[in-house]
Structures are given as structure tokens and as C-alpha cells.
């Protein structure tokens, strides 16, 4: 039995799509507020996302010039810059992508400004980009060697360090996925707007990527509440 749950808290349509146009009209607003809002309604400290979605909302696609660091080897062991924040906000970024210019959440995003951000990097990550984290204090660890992180051992070592019982999972829909075939979702948690939009090409709340063969995972419904303007907030327990 592990010692922490994990939540994965989402907007969808009613084709179970996360992004596309109809995020950007009017009515969608309020079920991003119910989002944010429902967010809060969890005791949980620890929220977590991909790469893409931080890269998109949080760090605009920022890259760091990493010239200014030596290439000199960083011991790949973890690095704790904060145990003491309101709430982690926890990137999956195996290749150390993401461009982050603080060890917090910006005031862009107001509900979350200051929140502690902890990266989840595989070991192959350059020297350099470690030296701009530990510069920056945002804290990482390490999670396997691979593309593919070891997600339970990242939840275990940030559930241990951080005194987290309860993540979080706030997609997209690769690193839903992810969790998912790892069996790490433990409960469902869906804002449904009321709204379909016929693209094909968007993400949905789950997917796989080239991993095809997933097995089937059923949830047990727990709680339906209406919301405003036709829309659902929806609680599933894993069956
Ligand atoms: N409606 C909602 O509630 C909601 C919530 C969040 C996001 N979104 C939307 O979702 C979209 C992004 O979703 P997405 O599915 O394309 O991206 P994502 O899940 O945010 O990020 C995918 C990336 O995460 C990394 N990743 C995935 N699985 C991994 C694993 N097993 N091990 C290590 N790394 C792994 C990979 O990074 P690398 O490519 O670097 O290897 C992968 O490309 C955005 O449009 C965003 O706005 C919607």
C-alpha cells in the first residue's frame, strides 16, 4: 500500500477532450474558475503536470542560455531547495527542457503565485541545466536514466521528503496516461463542460502515445454535483 493518493483533477468536454477552441469561449471561463476553485476544495499540497503544459502556461517556452554555466559535473543526487512551501508544483521534465527563470510560480498565475516548483529529470540531463536549478533554487529529482521516468519512485521520494500524502494530477493527457498505466490514479476528478468540438487532433484525458496495448481500468462513481451554465463535477474511485 502506498502511503499517498493521487487525484487526477481535470476540465474536459464532453468527448473527454482537455484542450482545443472551446476553452476559449466565453462560457468556458466559468468552468475554468470552477477548475481553479474545485482545485482548492482538496487538502492536497502537490500538484502535478508534463512538460507540455508547464512549457504552454507556466514558462511560455522560455529557453535558458546555459553558456553561462561550466560544464562541470553536478553528482546526480536529489536537490532539496525548499521543504517548507504553502504547496509544490511538480514538472515532469525528463530531458530538461523547461526553461524555468525561478524556484516559484509566477504572479501570472494568480491562485498558485509562490507555490515551490520540484522538477522530476532522468539522469542525462546536462550539468549545465543542473547548475541553473540549484542558481534558480528549484528543487529536482531524479527519476531513472531513461525518456520514460520512473513515476512511482519520483511520487515515493517526493511523498517521503516533502511530507506529501495526497498529488494532484493535473495532466495533459500524455502524462495522464502515464500515471495511469504506472497505476498511479487512485481517484477521478472531472469537470465536464458541456461542450463538444469536432477536431480530431486534440488531446484527450487519457493517452498513450506509441504504448497501444493499455488494459481496461474501471472507476466506481462516488459523487455527481451539478454545476452552473449545464456543466458536472464528477468523482470516480478507482474500482
Ligand atoms: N483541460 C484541462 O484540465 C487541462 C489540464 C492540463 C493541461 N491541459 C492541456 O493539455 C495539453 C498538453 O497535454 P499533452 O498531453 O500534450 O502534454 P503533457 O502531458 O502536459 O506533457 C507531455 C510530456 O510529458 C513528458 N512525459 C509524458 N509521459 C512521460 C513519462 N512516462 N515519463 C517521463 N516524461 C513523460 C514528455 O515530455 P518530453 O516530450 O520532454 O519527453 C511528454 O512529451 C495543453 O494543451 C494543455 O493546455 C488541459
Not at 32 to 43: I, P, R, S
Not at 182 to 211: C, H, K, Q, R, W
Request: glycine content about 8%; aromatic content about 12%; proline content about 4%.
Amino acid at each position: 500500500m502506498r502511503p499517498y493518493r493521487v487525484i487526477c483533477h481535470m476540465e474536459t468536454s464532453l468527448d473527454g477532450k482537455i484542450n482545443g477552441n472551446y476553452l476559449e469561449i466565453p462560457n468556458a471561463n466559468y468552468f475554468a474558475k470552477q477548475y481553479e476553485a474545485l482545485h482548492q476544495t482538496f487538502n492536497s499540497k502537490a500538484w502535478i503536470c508534463g512538460r507540455v503544459t508547464f512549457e504552454k502556461h507556466i514558462t511560455y517556452g522560455k529557453q535558458i542560455d546555459l553558456s553561462q554555466y561550466p560544464d562541470t559535473f553536478v553528482p546526480r543526487e536529489d536537490f532539496v531547495a525548499n521543504t517548507n512551501a504553502p504547496a509544490y508544483a511538480i514538472a515532469i521534465d525528463p530531458s530538461g527542457k523547461l526553461g524555468w527563470e525561478q524556484g516559484t510560480i509566477h504572479e501570472d498565475y494568480e491562485e498558485r503565485h509562490g507555490q515551490h516548483i520540484i522538477t522530476v529529470l532522468s539522469e542525462n540531463v546536462s550539468n549545465q541545466y543542473l547548475a541553473h536549478l540549484r542558481t534558480i533554487g528549484v528543487s529536482y529529482i531524479f527519476a531513472g536514466k531513461s525518456k520514460r521516468s520512473d513515476l512511482k519512485l519520483a511520487l515515493d521520494k517526493i511523498s517521503q521528503n516533502y511530507k506529501i500524502n495526497e498529488f494532484m494530477l493535473e495532466g495533459g493527457g500524455y502524462i495522464n496516461g502515464s500515471f495511469l498505466s504506472a497505476g498511479l490514479v487512485d481517484e477521478l476528478s472531472l469537470i465536464l463542460a458541456p461542450m463538444v468540438e469536432g477536431t480530431s487532433n486534440s488531446v484527450a484525458l487519457f493517452e498513450y502515445g506509441d504504448n497501444p496495448f493499455q488494459p481496461v481500468v474501471e472507476f466506481t462513481l462516488e459523487k455527481v454535483e451539478p454545476l452552473e451554465n449545464g456543466g458536472l463535477w464528477l468523482r470516480y474511485q478507482l474500482k
